[in-house]
């Protein structure tokens, strides 16, 4: 398969967008290890660490890259081109990382200030923080933390209308991780869950989440919910285009049973596959304009519309839709091939509706966008 993101000229290539595709057929290669084992192979996660890039939107002055976000978004759709769940875990660790633009300065040099600092974290289920001498006493249940197996910190965000939102961080190692993910896609994510009873952190390990970050990067402006929609649309563009890829070079050699054309050679087949195109590049175009235009916006402004808050919604919840569309069209075409673990559309087609089934991918995304565009209050939306 072509790695997605082709230039003339290699130097003109931002330097952490050099350092995916120098990994990318390393993490092609994993990709039934990563599929079976549930999580990336230990010698993989040293190199991405090594190359920084978990670190690439965090500060500059903590060692980070805080690269520019446009570019940012050709990093993911590379990896995740590769591998849906390397490209996944990738986007929500650095993501996750901005919250290194926040106080407590020493707090976040300890957790991403050094090339192999990652960090996992979940929804809260049932958690509660409770106030003692020299920190909280921590419990409760958090899931869905992609990267945990090979994160060194976990993060534990605790809600209550009794004090401010806070993140209580704590060595991975000293935390029971809760192994439920048993799923057919994006298995790789190895998103498990972790669970705590009466855990003492320390007053100096935990973050407030109410407070705007004290680094003035643009990127630090950019609400984190909005960028894990359009960096988890991008591992979908990816994963689509993995999948199209796949399907347009097998097309060239299988027949269908009793028949004399191979599909590339089916009028139907040519026509699906040209739709699919379409709606890949359409979905893509869209995705990189509204990001493109929205970065440029809030460089010079300092500050985002919430007109560009749903433009971003609209656009990263678009991408993941638009890419299971593409998905399905190319694994409809390929027939009993498709069945097959074997066969890349098999694991593409599991990837790409684990992703459709994520916060950032609800449909309910489009009612919040179109209420918006009529004058009306979206309900239920995260903007």
């Known amino acids: 398969m072509t790695n997605p993101v082709q230039l003339n ?64 978004l050709d990093v993911i759709l590379t990896i995740a081109h590769a591998d849906g769940s390397v490209g996944w875990c990738i986007n929500q660790g650095n993501v996750f990382a901005t919250n290194a633009a926040r106080e407590p300065v ?3 040099r300890e957790i991403w200030g050094v090339h192999e600092g990652s960090c996992g974290n979940g929804p809260p289920i049932n958690a509660t ?17 992609s990267g945990c197996r090979h994160a060194n910190w976990l993060a534990a965000l605790v809600t209550s209308s009794s004090h401010p939102p806070r993140l209580h961080f704590m060595p991975k190692d000293d935390i029971e991780l809760i192994d439920n993910w048993q799923v057919h896609g994006l298995r790789g994510t190895g998103s498990f869950g972790f669970t705590c009873q009466d855990y ?7 973050m407030r989440m109410d407070l705007p970050h004290v680094e003035p990067g643009p990127i630090y402006k950019i609400p984190i919910s909005l960028m894990f929609a359009c960096g988890f649309g991008c591992v979908a563009l990816g994963v689509a285009r993995s999948g199209l890829d796949s399907v347009i070079e097998l097309s060239h050699t299988k027949k269908p049973q009793f028949g004399k054309l191979t599909l590339a050679q089916d009028p139907v087949v040519q026509s ?17 304009d509204t990001v493109g235009e929205v970065w440029e916006s809030v ?4 500050k985002i519309s919430m007109d560009e808050r749903l433009q971003l919604r609209l656009a990263g919840t678009h991408a993941i839709r638009q890419s299971a569309q593409v998905i399905d069209i190319v694994y409809n075409l ?28 609800r449909e309910s995304h489009y009612q919040t966008v179109g209420a918006h565009l009529l004058g009306e209050s979206p309900e239920g939306g995260i903007y």
């Open 106 to 108: 020493e707090l976040a």
């Open 334 to 361: 390929t027939g009993s091939n498709a069945i097959f673990k074997s066969t890349v559309i098999q694991r593409k087609f599991q990837d790409i509706h684990v992703i459709t089934q994520q916060v950032q991918g």
């Open 200 to 206: 003492f952190v320390p007053e100096n390990r935990v």
């Open 272 to 288: 699906k596959i040209g739709l699919a195109e379409g709606l890949f590049g359409g979905a893509k175009a869209f995705l990189y």
């Open 299 to 302: 460089q010079m402004n300092g």
């Open 9 to 72: 000229q290699l130097d003109r290539q931002p330097a952490p967008l050099k350092r995916a595709k120098t990994l990318y057929d390393e993490i092609v290669a994993a990709g039934d290890a990563i599929d079976e084992n549930r999580e990336i192979p230990t010698a993989l996660v040293a190199k991405l660490k090594s190359a920084n890039l978990l670190r690439l939107l965090v500060p500059k002055r903590l060692g980070g890259e805080e690269m520019d976000w446009y570019e940012y």
């Open 129 to 145: 923080s409770k106030d003692v001498s020299g920190g909280y006493l921590l419990s409760g249940k958090w899931i869905f933390s």
